[in-house]
């Protein structure tokens, strides 16, 4: 297995695009075996980290279905994230059902289209939480007209998941830190060694 990890910001101005910025913002608020909590708990958490985003218009009232769709817009979202990662455990079924509920939520929240003499830009024409989400898929939309969709990825360390964008060279990147690489290579290495010691003796 590969034990590429995410560079450095230095080499690829793309990790710092707006976009990317907010998605990864969104999907990183998973609790995680890393000590992350979980920001989306409830209503209550949800709008207090609405409150501390610019990107999403800042404060807005939320409820705990507000807090508990977002925890399903985010899931599906983290899915697809792991599958750019080759994630075997989430392509498949998991895929499948992440990529309907974020048809549905497509569906839900639509985008709309503002045209500027200095270009075009996707955002949300509604308001409250229905515009926090239609933000994210707008956000998603402007990534992948760039051609770096697959580059952003959600870390496969089981215990992490966490979400970042792959600048190396080649768009190999499958970890988020090299600790986490290190992790995983540790895991393998002991699950090799346990695999050999409980093989049978020749006769």
């Known amino acids: 297995m590969s034990s590429a990890v995410a560079g450095s910001a230095k080499t690829d101005p793309r990790a710092a695009m707006p976009a990317v910025e907010t998605v990864l913002a969104f999907v990183n608020t998973r609790a995680n075996g890393g000590g992350e909590q979980e920001l989306f708990v409830d209503g209550h958490s949800f709008a207090a980290w609405l409150a501390g985003r610019d990107d999403f218009g800042g404060e807005i009232v939320a409820t705990d279905a507000d807090a508990a769709a977002a925890r399903e817009l985010r899931d599906a979202l983290v899915t697809l994230l792991l599958a750019h990662s080759g994630d075997e455990e989430s392509v498949g079924e998991p895929l499948h059902h992440a990529e309907e509920h974020l048809r549905r939520a497509g569906a839900l929240y639509p985008m709309a289209t503002v045209v500027t003499a ?79 010691s409980e093989a049978p003796p020749e006769s």
Do not use: I
């Open 118 to 196: 200095r270009g075009v830009e996707l955002t949300s024409p509604q308001a409250g939480v229905p515009r926090v989400f239609g933000t994210v898929l707008a956000a998603v939309t402007t990534v992948a007209q760039t051609g770096d969709w697959g580059r952003v990825k959600a870390c496969r360390n089981p215990p992490c998941h966490f979400g970042f964008f792959d600048r190396t060279r080649n768009g190999g990147g499958l970890y988020c830190s090299t600790g986490c690489g290190s992790q995983v290579s540790m895991r393998n290495y002991r699950q090799r060694r346990r695999r050999g």
